[in-house]
């Protein structure tokens, strides 16, 4: 599958304990386990009889399956306790480690892992969150912060929005937004918490691009109309992995810049807000129209911040999906 040749993060590092994990990527089944020798990512059946190898056992560096004991290498390849006379092999997919999760993608695949620029900044999360609805119908709800004052505390106006410059760039390979306008009173918990000021121009920029799918954001804040930032700023990489065609995993991982020591006690609650403002999304995604998880991002009306969209799905179609 042309998809899973690009590194997926699939579960967060600390989610893997001792016993085999059941993950479910693209619509394939398929199961991580940390051996001895590392990590390994095979399907999800044992193709003896097909038994579910993630209900088996590690056994040293390799997964042992329920039924009858074969085991299997993290490069797939098989043996069996009562016929040592032949070697049996299945798929495996490549694992690596980075930045607080496991990455998967097929044996000899194309790009590399991440390397985030986070000079100056500090890490704040990595968490998962798994949203209903397929890529294209959540990448659509991070291609526009339209909803925003309507389904989060923090961001703009809602009673300004007209105010909000929305600018689009895109290129063959990303598509770029920046949108600035006034930004809404937060209540006061979160300024302090996450550090904002109480007046400002808030700003969310953000980069998306497909091989695999994921967004760079950056949020920060000028004085009204200056064009000075405050020095408050917050970075995050969402990468939007396909579960199923009903369901998406976000990885996000999020830094804030390097600030006075005495922020980071509002670190944790910021970390907490971070998690929170993401579920805002749950009920609205589970509320749209069906035809939004296919080819349909709008139902005919568009406004001036629904530009990304379209640029998201023709990239998304041509550079993750391989088709047009
Ligand atoms: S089904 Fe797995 S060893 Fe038989
Ligand atoms: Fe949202």
Redesign the pocket.
């Known amino acids: 599958m042309a998809e899973l040749s690009f590194w997926h993060p699939v579960l967060l590092d600390k989610q893997l304990g001792d016993k085999p994990e059941p993950i479910r990527v693209l619509d394939q089944d398929l199961v991580l386990f940390r051996g001895e020798q590392g990590i390994g990512c095979l399907p999800d059946r044992?193709p003896?009889?097909?038994?579910r190898l993630s209900l088996g056992l590690v056994r040293g560096g390799d997964i042992a399956?329920p039924?009858?004991?074969?085991t299997w290498s993290p490069q797939g390849k098989g043996r069996c306790p009562g016929d040592s006379t032949f070697s049996p092999t299945i798929a495996h997919f490549e694992v690596a480690t980075a930045h607080g999760a496991i990455w998967i993608r097929e044996p000899g695949g194309r790009g590399q892992l991440p390397s985030f620029e986070v000079s100056g900044f500090r890490p704040l999360t990595v968490f998962r969150t798994r949203l209903p609805g397929s890529l294209e119908r959540v990448l659509d709800n991070f291609s526009e912060s339209e909803h925003t004052p309507e389904v989060h505390l923090m961001g703009f106006d809602p009673r300004k929005m007209d105010q909000v410059q929305v600018t689009v760039r895109t290129d063959e390979h990303s598509v770029h937004v920046v949108n600035r306008g006034p930004q809404r009173r937060a209540m006061r918990l979160l300024r302090l918490g996450v550090g904002v000021p109480p007046k400002a121009d808030y700003v969310i920029e953000w980069t998306t691009r497909f091989q695999p799918v994921h967004a760079q954001f950056d949020h920060y804040w000028l004085p009204p109309g200056g064009d000075q930032p405050y020095d408050k700023r917050v970075r995050a990489w969402v990468y939007f992995v396909p579960v199923s065609e009903k369901q998406t995993d976000l990885f996000s991982f999020v830094f804030v810049n390097e600030g006075p020591a005495w922020e980071r006690l509002g670190d944790a609650l910021h970390a907490r807000y971070a998690r929170w403002d993401i579920e805002q999304d749950r009920p609205l995604l589970e509320g749209l129209a069906p035809e939004l998880d296919d080819q349909q991002s709008t139902f005919g009306w568009k406004s001036r911040f629904d530009e990304a969209i379209d640029a998201n799905r023709e990239r998304l179609n041509l550079l993750y999906r391989g088709t047009t």
């Open positions: 044992c003896h009889r097909g038994e399956c039924y009858h004991g074969w």
